[in-house]
């Protein structure tokens, strides 16, 4: 039986590290570098980035960010699961948190920017199932063949 621990983390610890050198490599493989929009480390641990990681007794299985562009809008980034647990739903698992706390906020929604290409169809595919729908580029994004830019606006109470 799976203990999945889903918690704030540092991207700075040792296996989340080298996790996030996987995710940057990934996306440097699949895009120009003037269109790798995924935040390195430092980026990462910089103020209003809140970041997360997603543990099965012990052993790292993804990690996702939460950026706030403003007091109502956050953007999801960095989401990365590792080649091991693909499949088995911790992504679907770290979004639904980020999402979560982006409503424990007080955001009116939440928009990412992600590949066009084949490679990045599992991540559109989760991100439209969550009911992300694909929207014009929001700052600091623009209109390129190699993004896409999607967001989902939150119900409130």
């Known amino acids: 039986m799976s203990e999945y621990v889903l918690e704030p983390a540092d991207p700075r610890e040792p ?6 050198v996987t995710h940057l490599a990934f996306a440097n493989e699949q895009s120009p570098p003037e269109h790798v929009h995924a935040l390195d480390i430092d980026g990462l641990s910089a103020a209003g ?51 979560e706390v982006a409503r424990r906020r007080g955001y009116s929604r939440v928009s990412l920017e ?24 929001f700052a600091p994004y623009w209109d390129n063949e190699y993004s896409v830019c999607m967001t989902l606006e939150l119900v409130t109470s």
């Not at 296996?15 to 996030?20: N, S, T």
């Not at 992600?114 to 991100?127: E, H, K, Q, S």
């Open 15 to 20: 296996d989340i590290a080298d996790l996030l």
């Open 49 to 99: 980035v809140s970041f997360f990681s997603l543990r099965d007794g012990g052993v790292l299985l993804a990690v996702g960010a939460l950026r706030e562009i403003d007091s109502g809008h956050g953007e999801v980034k960095s989401m990365h699961t590792a080649s091991a647990a693909r499949g088995r739903g911790v992504g679907r698992l770290v979004l639904n948190h980020l999402l």
């Open 114 to 137: 992600t590949g066009t290409m084949d490679a990045f169809a599992p991540a559109r595919r989760l991100y439209e199932s969550a009911g992300f729908e694909v929207t014009p580029p």
